[in-house]
């Protein structure tokens, strides 16, 4: 039986726009990719009742999510004719601006990009044990709800 392999997806701190730049440019010698499709989440300064979000502090039960996000890649993989799939999720607190999420997959076609960032997307915000502290401008803080 082979044995799965477990990629780690954590980022400690915030994505850094040279990350992700990097992370682009490496597919530009694979000529059978003709689509990428990324997503970026950025933390939002959210009004909520009278406070305002300042940073997200993010943890996570890792090693349950990363078991989890292979088993989610398979699906994908299995699902739609991708050529690479790449995530990373922040760890620790991330400022308002920044950027705490980075999907991005490429394939032959755009249609299957799109669509499989679109599912895995919703899947790691669905399935993975990451969970997220609003910090407000006051130091106070609730835990996160996600929403679409």
């Given at each position: 039986m082979m044995e799965k392999s477990v990629k780690n997806i954590f980022v400690a701190g915030a994505i850094s726009p040279q990350m992700i730049m990097d992370g682009i440019s490496k597919h530009a010698n694979k000529t059978n990719i003709g689509a990428h499709?990324?997503?970026?989440?950025?933390?939002?300064?959210?009004?909520?009742?009278?406070?305002?979000?300042?940073?997200i502090e993010y943890t996570a039960n890792t090693e349950l999510a990363l078991v989890q996000m292979t088993t989610i890649r398979e699906n994908i993989f299995e699902k739609y004719p991708l050529t690479?799939?790449?995530?990373?999720?922040?760890?620790?607190?991330?400022?308002?601006?920044?950027?705490?999420?980075?999907?991005?997959?490429?394939?032959?076609?755009?249609?299957?990009?799109?669509?499989?960032?679109?599912?895995?997307?919703?899947?790691?915000?669905?399935?993975?044990?990451?969970?997220?502290?609003?910090?407000?401008?006051?130091?106070?803080?609730?835990?996160?709800?996600?929403?679409?």
């Open positions: 499709s990324l997503f970026l989440g950025q933390i939002r300064a959210d009004e909520i009742g009278d406070k305002t979000v300042s940073a690479c799939l790449h995530v990373y999720h922040s760890l620790g607190s991330i400022k308002v601006g920044e950027i705490c999420f980075f999907v991005f997959v490429s394939s032959e076609r755009r249609k299957a990009a799109i669509a499989a960032c679109e599912e895995l997307v919703e899947r790691v915000k669905k399935e993975l044990p990451i969970w997220g502290k609003e910090i407000f401008t006051d130091d106070s803080y609730q835990w996160k709800e996600n929403k679409s």
